[in-house]
Protein backbone atom coordinates (compact mmCIF):
# COMPACT_ATOMS: atom_id res chain seq x y z
CA UNK A 1 0.00 0.00 0.00
CA UNK A 2 1.41 3.34 -0.42
CA UNK A 3 1.68 5.84 2.14
CA UNK A 4 0.15 8.55 0.56
CA UNK A 5 -0.19 10.86 3.82
CA UNK A 6 3.66 11.00 3.81
CA UNK A 7 4.01 12.27 0.21
CA UNK A 8 3.79 16.11 -0.06
CA UNK A 9 2.70 18.42 -2.72
CA UNK A 10 5.61 20.80 -3.44
CA UNK A 11 4.72 23.78 -1.55
CA UNK A 12 4.80 21.81 1.35
CA UNK A 13 7.72 20.28 0.39
CA UNK A 14 9.76 24.14 -0.30
CA UNK A 15 8.07 25.05 3.52
CA UNK A 16 9.48 22.08 4.81
CA UNK A 17 12.83 22.63 3.57
CA UNK A 18 13.29 26.36 4.67
CA UNK A 19 12.74 24.65 8.41
CA UNK A 20 15.55 22.52 7.45
CA UNK A 21 19.66 24.01 7.82
CA UNK A 22 21.52 25.67 5.03
CA UNK A 23 22.27 22.47 3.19
CA UNK A 24 19.10 22.01 1.87
CA UNK A 25 18.15 25.30 1.33
CA UNK A 26 18.04 26.33 -2.19
CA UNK A 27 15.63 25.48 -6.10
CA UNK A 28 14.82 22.51 -7.26
CA UNK A 29 11.95 21.19 -5.00
CA UNK A 30 10.41 17.91 -5.97
CA UNK A 31 6.77 17.14 -7.01
CA UNK A 32 7.33 13.85 -5.25
CA UNK A 33 9.10 14.34 -2.17
CA UNK A 34 8.49 12.18 1.09
CA UNK A 35 9.45 12.53 4.59
CA UNK A 36 10.08 9.77 6.80
CA UNK A 37 8.65 10.18 10.59
CA UNK A 38 10.51 7.09 11.48
CA UNK A 39 14.11 7.74 10.49
CA UNK A 40 14.22 3.91 10.23
CA UNK A 41 11.19 2.95 8.20
CA UNK A 42 12.53 2.82 4.55
CA UNK A 43 8.79 2.21 3.23
CA UNK A 44 7.55 5.53 2.69
CA UNK A 45 10.37 6.39 0.17
CA UNK A 46 10.07 2.68 -1.32
CA UNK A 47 6.76 3.64 -1.95
CA UNK A 48 7.08 6.55 -3.63
CA UNK A 49 9.73 4.88 -5.64
CA UNK A 50 8.35 2.27 -7.12
CA UNK A 51 5.23 4.54 -7.76
CA UNK A 52 7.00 6.43 -10.29
CA UNK A 53 8.78 3.51 -11.75
CA UNK A 54 5.30 1.65 -12.24
CA UNK A 55 3.98 5.09 -13.75
CA UNK A 56 7.11 5.67 -15.89
CA UNK A 57 7.17 1.74 -17.09
CA UNK A 58 3.51 2.26 -17.81
CA UNK A 59 3.90 5.70 -19.96
CA UNK A 60 7.52 5.18 -21.62
CA UNK A 61 7.38 3.33 -25.11
CA UNK A 62 8.80 -0.18 -24.47
CA UNK A 63 12.19 1.24 -26.77
CA UNK A 64 12.68 4.08 -24.17
CA UNK A 65 14.99 2.63 -21.81
CA UNK A 66 14.03 4.06 -18.06
CA UNK A 67 16.38 4.61 -15.32
CA UNK A 68 16.28 4.95 -11.77
CA UNK A 69 19.77 6.77 -10.50
CA UNK A 70 19.71 5.84 -6.66
CA UNK A 71 21.64 8.35 -5.08
CA UNK A 72 23.57 7.66 -1.82
CA UNK A 73 25.99 9.44 0.39
CA UNK A 74 28.38 6.09 -0.12
CA UNK A 75 29.02 5.95 4.06
CA UNK A 76 25.28 5.42 5.09
CA UNK A 77 23.53 1.95 5.04
CA UNK A 78 20.08 3.53 5.13
CA UNK A 79 20.68 4.68 1.87
CA UNK A 80 22.02 0.89 0.77
CA UNK A 81 19.19 -0.64 2.33
CA UNK A 82 16.68 1.54 0.41
CA UNK A 83 17.92 0.09 -3.03
CA UNK A 84 18.13 -3.06 -1.76
CA UNK A 85 13.87 -2.95 -0.51
CA UNK A 86 13.63 -1.49 -3.97
CA UNK A 87 15.25 -4.10 -5.60
CA UNK A 88 13.19 -7.01 -3.35
CA UNK A 89 10.06 -5.50 -4.37
CA UNK A 90 10.85 -5.30 -8.17
CA UNK A 91 11.76 -8.80 -7.97
CA UNK A 92 8.32 -9.62 -6.05
CA UNK A 93 6.33 -8.00 -8.76
CA UNK A 94 7.94 -9.77 -11.27
CA UNK A 95 9.63 -6.40 -12.53
CA UNK A 96 12.94 -7.12 -15.01
CA UNK A 97 15.61 -5.11 -13.91
CA UNK A 98 19.48 -4.54 -14.42
CA UNK A 99 21.52 -3.46 -11.19
CA UNK A 100 24.81 -1.06 -11.76
CA UNK A 101 27.01 -0.33 -9.51
CA UNK A 102 29.24 2.76 -9.70
CA UNK A 103 32.70 0.81 -9.49
CA UNK A 104 35.40 0.52 -11.64
CA UNK A 105 34.78 -1.89 -14.77
CA UNK A 106 38.03 -3.37 -14.68
CA UNK A 107 37.59 -4.52 -10.78
CA UNK A 108 36.91 -8.17 -12.13
CA UNK A 109 40.40 -7.99 -13.46
CA UNK A 110 41.96 -6.91 -10.43
CA UNK A 111 40.45 -9.68 -8.72
CA UNK A 112 41.78 -12.13 -10.76
CA UNK A 113 45.26 -11.07 -11.37
CA UNK A 114 45.68 -10.05 -7.18
CA UNK A 115 43.69 -12.36 -5.64
CA UNK A 116 43.37 -15.35 -7.79
CA UNK A 117 46.72 -14.73 -9.62
CA UNK A 118 45.27 -15.47 -13.26
CA UNK A 119 47.40 -14.28 -15.98
CA UNK A 120 44.68 -12.47 -18.39
CA UNK A 121 45.50 -12.52 -22.26
CA UNK A 122 46.02 -9.50 -24.01
CA UNK A 123 42.51 -10.02 -25.85
CA UNK A 124 40.56 -10.24 -22.98
CA UNK A 125 42.24 -7.00 -21.51
CA UNK A 126 39.03 -4.57 -20.17
CA UNK A 127 36.55 -7.29 -21.54
CA UNK A 128 36.16 -9.71 -19.36
CA UNK A 129 33.36 -7.79 -17.73
CA UNK A 130 31.60 -8.16 -21.43
CA UNK A 131 31.69 -11.91 -20.72
CA UNK A 132 30.28 -11.38 -17.13
CA UNK A 133 26.78 -10.71 -18.26
CA UNK A 134 24.38 -11.23 -15.26
CA UNK A 135 27.85 -10.49 -12.64
CA UNK A 136 28.26 -13.60 -11.19
CA UNK A 137 32.30 -13.37 -11.77
CA UNK A 138 32.13 -9.71 -10.28
CA UNK A 139 29.69 -10.22 -7.55
CA UNK A 140 31.21 -13.45 -6.06
CA UNK A 141 34.79 -11.66 -6.27
CA UNK A 142 33.24 -8.23 -4.69
CA UNK A 143 32.02 -10.38 -1.69
CA UNK A 144 34.73 -13.54 -1.38
CA UNK A 145 37.63 -10.96 -1.44
CA UNK A 146 39.47 -8.75 1.07
CA UNK A 147 37.88 -5.21 -0.71
CA UNK A 148 35.66 -3.38 1.70
CA UNK A 149 33.37 -0.67 0.08
CA UNK A 150 31.78 1.76 2.13
CA UNK A 151 28.59 0.44 4.20
CA UNK A 152 30.54 -2.46 3.94
CA UNK A 153 27.77 -5.13 5.14
CA UNK A 154 25.19 -3.15 3.90
CA UNK A 155 26.74 -3.38 0.61
CA UNK A 156 27.65 -7.07 0.48
CA UNK A 157 24.21 -7.50 1.28
CA UNK A 158 22.71 -6.20 -1.43
CA UNK A 159 25.79 -7.62 -4.06
CA UNK A 160 24.21 -11.38 -2.13
CA UNK A 161 20.68 -10.42 -3.06
CA UNK A 162 21.67 -9.66 -6.74
CA UNK A 163 24.06 -12.85 -7.03
CA UNK A 164 21.03 -15.31 -5.38
CA UNK A 165 18.40 -13.67 -7.35
CA UNK A 166 20.40 -13.81 -10.76
CA UNK A 167 19.67 -9.61 -11.04
CA UNK A 168 21.60 -9.01 -13.87
CA UNK A 169 24.38 -6.50 -12.44
CA UNK A 170 27.61 -4.78 -13.75
CA UNK A 171 30.10 -2.62 -12.29
CA UNK A 172 30.13 -0.02 -14.55
CA UNK A 173 31.87 2.98 -13.83
CA UNK A 174 35.27 4.04 -16.00
CA UNK A 175 38.47 1.57 -15.54
CA UNK A 176 40.42 3.32 -13.09
CA UNK A 177 44.34 2.75 -13.11
CA UNK A 178 45.32 -0.79 -11.64
CA UNK A 179 49.17 1.05 -10.32
CA UNK A 180 47.56 4.14 -9.15
CA UNK A 181 43.46 4.00 -8.61
CA UNK A 182 43.46 7.65 -7.79
CA UNK A 183 43.61 7.55 -11.68
CA UNK A 184 41.84 6.37 -14.61
CA UNK A 185 43.32 3.98 -16.91
CA UNK A 186 44.66 5.91 -19.92
CA UNK A 187 44.58 2.80 -22.09
CA UNK A 188 41.33 1.82 -22.11
CA UNK A 189 39.99 2.83 -25.13
CA UNK A 190 36.30 4.00 -23.68
CA UNK A 191 38.20 5.76 -21.45
CA UNK A 192 39.89 7.46 -24.35
CA UNK A 193 36.47 7.92 -26.42
CA UNK A 194 34.74 9.77 -23.49
CA UNK A 195 38.12 12.23 -22.85
CA UNK A 196 37.98 12.72 -26.74
CA UNK A 197 36.35 16.44 -25.63
CA UNK A 198 38.76 17.16 -22.68
CA UNK A 199 42.33 18.28 -22.20
CA UNK A 200 42.57 14.89 -20.41
CA UNK A 201 44.07 12.91 -23.22
CA UNK A 202 47.48 14.81 -22.66
CA UNK A 203 48.24 14.87 -18.60
CA UNK A 204 46.56 12.02 -16.12
CA UNK A 205 42.92 11.94 -14.80
CA UNK A 206 42.38 12.12 -11.57
CA UNK A 207 39.03 10.40 -11.17
CA UNK A 208 37.05 12.45 -8.45
CA UNK A 209 38.36 15.76 -10.74
CA UNK A 210 36.06 17.87 -12.62
CA UNK A 211 37.13 16.09 -15.82
CA UNK A 212 37.11 13.09 -14.34
CA UNK A 213 33.86 12.62 -12.92
CA UNK A 214 32.54 14.12 -15.97
CA UNK A 215 34.45 11.34 -17.84
CA UNK A 216 33.28 8.33 -15.62
CA UNK A 217 29.73 9.97 -16.12
CA UNK A 218 30.03 9.15 -20.15
CA UNK A 219 31.67 5.67 -19.60
CA UNK A 220 28.41 5.01 -17.04
CA UNK A 221 25.72 5.97 -19.00
CA UNK A 222 27.04 3.84 -22.12
CA UNK A 223 28.13 0.81 -20.02
CA UNK A 224 24.05 1.09 -17.92
CA UNK A 225 22.34 1.48 -21.59
CA UNK A 226 24.34 -0.81 -24.01
CA UNK A 227 24.10 -3.75 -21.09
CA UNK A 228 20.19 -3.72 -20.38
CA UNK A 229 20.14 -3.37 -24.34
CA UNK A 230 22.04 -6.89 -24.48
CA UNK A 231 19.71 -8.43 -22.18
CA UNK A 232 16.34 -7.23 -23.76
CA UNK A 233 15.65 -5.10 -19.97
CA UNK A 234 13.59 -2.08 -19.98
CA UNK A 235 14.48 -0.93 -16.35
CA UNK A 236 17.93 0.02 -14.96
CA UNK A 237 18.28 0.81 -11.63
CA UNK A 238 22.13 2.83 -11.06
CA UNK A 239 23.60 3.21 -7.59
CA UNK A 240 25.64 6.50 -7.45
CA UNK A 241 27.48 9.08 -5.12
CA UNK A 242 24.34 11.86 -4.85
CA UNK A 243 26.67 14.37 -6.62
CA UNK A 244 26.44 12.38 -10.05
CA UNK A 245 22.99 13.03 -10.35
CA UNK A 246 22.97 16.62 -10.90
CA UNK A 247 26.56 17.49 -10.27
CA UNK A 248 27.19 20.66 -8.55
CA UNK A 249 26.62 24.19 -9.25
CA UNK A 250 29.57 25.72 -8.26
CA UNK A 251 31.71 23.54 -10.29
CA UNK A 252 32.06 23.89 -14.14
CA UNK A 253 30.68 21.46 -16.50
CA UNK A 254 28.68 19.42 -14.51
CA UNK A 255 24.70 20.14 -14.25
CA UNK A 256 24.83 19.19 -18.34
CA UNK A 257 27.17 16.48 -17.87
CA UNK A 258 26.30 14.68 -14.64
CA UNK A 259 24.29 11.14 -14.94
CA UNK A 260 20.79 12.87 -15.27
CA UNK A 261 21.62 15.20 -17.68
CA UNK A 262 23.56 12.27 -20.14
CA UNK A 263 21.36 9.52 -19.39
CA UNK A 264 18.47 12.11 -20.85
CA UNK A 265 20.45 13.08 -24.02
CA UNK A 266 21.48 9.63 -24.54
CA UNK A 267 17.04 9.22 -25.18
CA UNK A 268 16.46 7.72 -21.80
CA UNK A 269 13.75 8.61 -19.26
CA UNK A 270 15.18 9.39 -15.88
CA UNK A 271 14.05 8.86 -12.34
CA UNK A 272 16.40 10.73 -9.98
CA UNK A 273 16.40 9.89 -6.29
CA UNK A 274 17.58 12.59 -3.98
CA UNK A 275 18.27 12.30 -0.23
CA UNK A 276 18.98 14.71 2.07
CA UNK A 277 21.47 14.15 4.16
CA UNK A 278 21.68 17.10 7.29
CA UNK A 279 25.44 16.25 7.99
CA UNK A 280 27.01 15.96 4.77
CA UNK A 281 28.37 19.05 2.48
CA UNK A 282 26.43 18.04 -0.83
CA UNK A 283 22.85 19.27 -0.13
CA UNK A 284 19.94 20.29 -2.44
CA UNK A 285 22.04 24.20 -2.03
CA UNK A 286 24.50 22.46 -4.62
CA UNK A 287 21.73 21.36 -7.45
CA UNK A 288 22.06 23.89 -10.19
CA UNK A 289 18.34 25.54 -10.63
CA UNK A 290 18.84 24.23 -14.13
CA UNK A 291 17.77 20.87 -13.16
CA UNK A 292 14.76 21.80 -11.18
CA UNK A 293 12.59 20.06 -13.58
CA UNK A 294 14.59 17.28 -13.49
CA UNK A 295 14.56 16.92 -9.82
CA UNK A 296 10.02 17.54 -10.39
CA UNK A 297 10.33 14.19 -12.28
CA UNK A 298 12.24 12.23 -9.41
CA UNK A 299 12.23 11.38 -5.35
CA UNK A 300 13.48 13.87 -2.69
CA UNK A 301 13.74 12.06 0.35
CA UNK A 302 13.26 14.10 3.61
CA UNK A 303 14.11 13.07 7.27
CA UNK A 304 16.34 9.37 7.21
CA UNK A 305 18.54 7.75 9.54
CA UNK A 306 22.29 8.93 8.60
CA UNK A 307 24.44 6.70 10.83
CA UNK A 308 27.84 6.20 8.66
CA UNK A 309 30.35 3.09 8.07
CA UNK A 310 32.98 3.15 6.72
CA UNK A 311 36.05 0.73 6.04
CA UNK A 312 37.15 -0.02 9.44
CA UNK A 313 34.71 0.26 11.65
CA UNK A 314 32.93 -2.63 13.46
CA UNK A 315 31.16 -4.65 11.41
CA UNK A 316 29.04 -6.39 14.03
CA UNK A 317 27.79 -2.83 14.78
CA UNK A 318 27.04 -2.17 11.11
CA UNK A 319 25.28 -5.53 11.81
CA UNK A 320 22.64 -4.75 13.70
CA UNK A 321 22.17 -1.35 12.23
CA UNK A 322 20.77 -3.17 9.30
CA UNK A 323 19.04 -5.26 11.50
CA UNK A 324 17.06 -2.40 13.08
CA UNK A 325 16.59 -0.45 9.88
CA UNK A 326 14.86 -4.40 8.57
CA UNK A 327 12.64 -4.57 11.48
CA UNK A 328 11.84 -0.93 11.55
CA UNK A 329 10.89 -1.59 7.88
CA UNK A 330 8.64 -4.00 7.57
CA UNK A 331 11.18 -7.26 7.45
CA UNK A 332 10.91 -7.21 3.68
CA UNK A 333 13.97 -8.35 2.91
CA UNK A 334 16.77 -10.76 3.77
CA UNK A 335 19.91 -10.57 5.42
CA UNK A 336 22.40 -12.25 3.85
CA UNK A 337 25.91 -12.99 6.18
CA UNK A 338 28.41 -12.75 3.71
CA UNK A 339 31.36 -12.91 6.14
CA UNK A 340 29.97 -16.21 6.81
CA UNK A 341 29.98 -17.36 3.75
CA UNK A 342 33.85 -15.41 2.19
CA UNK A 343 35.58 -18.74 1.35
CA UNK A 344 32.25 -20.28 -0.69
CA UNK A 345 32.03 -17.10 -3.00
CA UNK A 346 36.52 -17.38 -3.22
CA UNK A 347 35.53 -20.68 -4.91
CA UNK A 348 32.83 -19.47 -7.07
CA UNK A 349 34.50 -16.21 -8.21
CA UNK A 350 37.36 -18.69 -9.30
CA UNK A 351 34.99 -20.78 -10.44
CA UNK A 352 33.33 -17.92 -12.57
CA UNK A 353 37.14 -16.32 -14.37
CA UNK A 354 38.30 -19.71 -15.08
CA UNK A 355 34.85 -19.59 -17.45
CA UNK A 356 35.46 -16.85 -18.90
CA UNK A 357 39.56 -16.93 -19.47
CA UNK A 358 37.84 -20.64 -21.59
CA UNK A 359 35.06 -19.24 -23.32
CA UNK A 360 37.47 -16.23 -24.26
CA UNK A 361 39.85 -18.43 -25.88
CA UNK A 362 37.61 -20.95 -27.45
CA UNK A 363 36.59 -17.59 -29.41
CA UNK A 364 39.71 -16.44 -30.11
CA UNK A 365 40.34 -19.77 -31.67
CA UNK A 366 37.45 -20.41 -33.51
CA UNK A 367 36.44 -16.74 -35.10
CA UNK A 368 40.01 -14.91 -34.33
CA UNK A 369 38.10 -12.34 -32.13
CA UNK A 370 35.77 -12.04 -28.67
CA UNK A 371 32.16 -13.02 -29.02
CA UNK A 372 30.07 -11.45 -26.62
CA UNK A 373 26.08 -11.95 -26.93
Known sequence: MMHDAMIKTVPEAQAFLKNLNASYSGKGDSSHFVNCPNP????????????????????????????VLLGELHGVSAHVELQHLVATRLQQLGIKFTFNFETPNNTIETYAKTHMGKSIPEYLKYHMSDYDREGKAILSAQMGFAYKPSSPVAKNNLYAFCYKNGIPTQFNDAALNPDNLFFLDRENEQNQRATAKYESLVRDLHATGFDGQAVRNLVIVERALAHAKRLGIQLILQQCGAAHIFGNQFEMKWPEEALCARFKKAGACVIPVFSAVKNHYYGINMVSPNCAEDLKKGVFIGFRDESDF???????????????????????????????????????????VDGILIKAKQDMFRYGRLIVS
Open 310 to 352: RQGDDPEEEKEHIYKLREESGNETHFNDVAASQEKYKRLAEKQ
Open 40 to 67: FDQRPAADLILYRIIDALSNADENTPVV
